[in-house]
């Protein structure tokens, strides 16, 4: 039987105009549709969930201990799930951890219709819920990389950012409404089906080919994959560098519900529009990024833009109306998306794909971060208030992002270390005619600097 693969993608970096390109590959096409549908069932059930969770206990702890639940698990097995994605195909992975999720919404779904939910069901259901992400994300990821190059990942990650971004917007509004409207039940089982129909489209993605076929141990390429992160100071550098506002700022999601429940009294309706007002920040911050293609001053533009995230974040937490706080929240999250699309591409694009999943699975790791910060913001804004909470976290933000500007020369340099590795991308692209097999794993660590 033969085994059905990306094809290899040539053609220019996408600039302001070559984005569409992107679509016209098939494959690009149906990643991207399973992504879109995937994120909008995960970014309405995580409003679903703060809700049922709230309305369960009524503590602002709790909906801290849910997503810590989450964190634990993606922090612990961030770095097996890596290791994974450069061992085995990708998009079977992708595909069993999307049916492992499917099921056991189903299995929460079910008591909850039977009247029996409970609020230890929900700790236990996204505990095991984490523990697949860390598998899943690394190798979705990785096949974006596969399908377009190094050279187009700018506009296609960015656009992949726009679309999660989107459902951001939609997710919330809609379940917000439905929970309003039609009860939560009702968004449960929406959200499931999404989650079904994402299953559907990753199923349509061609297998992408396996990075690395090496004979060593999980845990020696576990080992592998540390050494390089150690030894590519840069790459380094940028992962801990992205951790900043994941970490102090962004758990303010959290504790939205309390924002809108306590703080600006707007009930479901409200915390449905905080939520979309993020998004649509969001969407507004990736898709610049996707317009502005592989333009120079990446850092500049970071750096700007994570001052400017934790300034608006500061101001939102501390406003005093709903209507001003929607405008504030919603520039915060623009600049975030632009600041942390920007920084989890340049790292896909220093990177080479042999130790892509892994080198994703430290990313998987940061990304775990706002709910690892969930339970010590949650705990704070029951002492001080959950907006004294966000606004101190959101100024701490800005300064620790200035002390690390200034103490890293690695990141002071990164345009120039990007512009090289576009180099080396349009100069292996070029030595390989179209059709050509892949490289070996060698070969490409070889390329890669490693």
Sequence with gaps: MTVKQFPRVHGPPPGRGGLAGLFRERQFRWLYI???TFFLAMQGQLVVRAWLVFSITGRELALGLVTLM???AMLSLGPVGGVVADRFERRSLVVAGQTTVVVAELVVLSLLLGGRLEFWHILVQVAFVGAVFPFVMPARNAIIANVVGRRRLTGAMALTMTAMNVTRVVGPAVAGALIGAAG?????????????LALAGMMAVGRAPVADRADSSLLQNMAEGFRYVREHRLVLVLLFFGLVPMFLVMPFQTLLVVFAEEIWEVGPRGFGMLSGAAGIGGVVGAAF?????????RLRLMMASVFAFGLLMMGFALSPWFWLALPLLLAGSAFQAIYTT???TAIHVLIPDSVRGRVSGFLTMSFSLPMLGAVPISALAEVWGAALSVGLASLLAVVVAVVFYLA????RRM????????REAIVLDADRPSGARPASPAARRTAGGE
């Design 34 to 36: 399973s992504n879109t």
């Design 70 to 72: 989450v964190a634990l």
């Design 184 to 196: 939560v039940t009702v968004a449960y089982s929406i959200n499931v089906a999404l989650y079904a």
């Design 289 to 297: 990024v996707a317009w502005r293609g592989n333009a120079s001053r």
């Design 342 to 344: 920007l920084n989890n």
């Design 408 to 411: 890293s020369p690695d990141l």
């Design 415 to 422: 345009d120039l270390s990007i512009l090289k590795a576009f």
